[in-house]
């Protein structure tokens, strides 16, 4: 089975300080891996992906994710987090021989101004 | 529409009632998808469609649970005989196909449902 875990339900970072968001996945074979963020009574909204080529991904808002293979982590990063960057963010991983997503159980980010 | 919609954005029904949940995806998207998102269990996949067909319909939780899609658009996800642990937000997602997996989903809103 492929799953992704989220070890943290909540990441607490000021204003204009770095944040990272992590995220551990298992597959049988190559990840496909993604980020998601849902606002407050929103839907979830793509951030950025990772299929191949350069282990370091850009996305939307500002934020990066490293892929780092050896340690099968994807953590999601940005220099600088602003207030309105608080939201809930999940990170997934393709599932099986369809393109079906696995997705962890979300980490809430809170930005305090 | 410019994106995925979803209706309706709430329902709240009696316990032993069916309720029926549609999802209009975006326009020229082979890929449809359903997952409930409870307080605490972050996304639960469904049920995913391709076209027409279901390949992959593993997540519905039990016999209750069906969903169909018709003309390669809308879906519409129906839960019988509801009972109060079926509560919880349902998503619905839709994708370009054919890509292997790597094609980002676009999510709707979602359909609150809470089940007394």
């Known amino acids: 089975a492929q799953s992704v875990a989220q070890p943290e339900d909540q990441v607490n970072v000021a204003e204009g300080n770095p944040l990272t968001v992590k995220c551990t996945y298992s597959v049988s074979g190559n990840p496909y891996l993604f980020w998601y963020v849902q606002y407050p009574n929103r839907g979830l909204q793509f951030l950025l992906k990772y299929i191949t080529g350069d282990n370091l991904v850009k996305g939307s808002y500002g934020f990066e994710a490293e892929f780092n293979k050896s340690q099968t982590s994807f953590h999601l990063k940005k220099p600088s987090a602003l207030v309105s960057d608080s939201a809930l963010y999940f990170c997934a991983v393709r599932d099986g021989g369809y393109s079906t997503l696995t997705f962890g159980k979300g980490t809430m980010l809170l930005v305090s101004p | ?116």
Do not use: M
């Open chain 2, 1 to 116: 529409g410019a994106g995925v919609s979803q209706s309706p954005s709430n329902k709240v029904t009696e316990k032993g009632k069916d309720v029926e949940l549609r999802c209009d995806p975006i326009s020229g998207h082979t890929a449809l998808y359903w997952y409930r998102q409870s307080l605490g269990q972050g996304l639960e996949f469904l049920i995913y469609f391709q076209g027409n067909s279901a390949p992959d319909k593993s997540g519905l939780p039990s016999d209750r649970f069906s969903a169909e899609r018709t003309g390669g658009s809308v879906s519409t996800l129906t839960i019988q005989r509801t009972q109060q642990e079926d509560s919880a937000v349902y998503l619905c997602a839709s994708s370009l196909g054919g890509s292997g997996g790597g094609a980002p989903k676009f999510f709707g809103p979602g359909t609150r449902l809470t089940v007394l």
